[in-house]
């Protein structure tokens, strides 16, 4: 792996571990960090987002009186979507193998697909 195998400070307690255990467990190049921490970020905020919409209701009312969705309802929404697409890109969704030295490299590294 080349880069920092340490998590990013600003990440929420839960995320730092997953981030942690998905490098111990893959052999990640620097550009698979970057995106592994962006899906950690996006984690992170969406489920912030989800906590707001959880103590202040699915809806709003707006000055005129007219209720609307909670605007941080696109947040989460969108990070969903955000964090599935990060994932994909990193192609985690093989079995690593248990008994290996090193972790096993992804398969776009290796010409799999």
């Known amino acids: 792996m080349t880069g920092e195998s340490r998590p990013p400070k600003h990440l929420q307690p839960a995320t ?3 981030w942690q255990a998905v490098v111990s ?3 990640l190049e620097s550009h698979h960090i970057r995106l592994l ?3 950690a970020q996006c984690w992170d905020e969406t ?4 906590a707001l919409v959880q103590r202040e209701g699915l809806t709003v009312r707006m000055p005129s009186g007219a209720i609307r969705p909670h605007p941080a309802l696109r947040i989460v929404q969108d990070g969903r979507i ?3 697409r990060l994932l994909r890109e990193l192609d985690l969704d093989v079995d690593a193998p248990k008994e290996a030295a090193r972790p096993p490299a992804l398969r776009s590294i290796v010409g799999g697909r």
């Open 37 to 39: 921490t962006l899906a």
């Open 82 to 84: 955000c964090f599935a």
């Open 25 to 27: 467990a893959w052999e």
């Open 47 to 50: 489920q912030a987002a989800q």
């Open 16 to 18: 730092r571990r997953w």
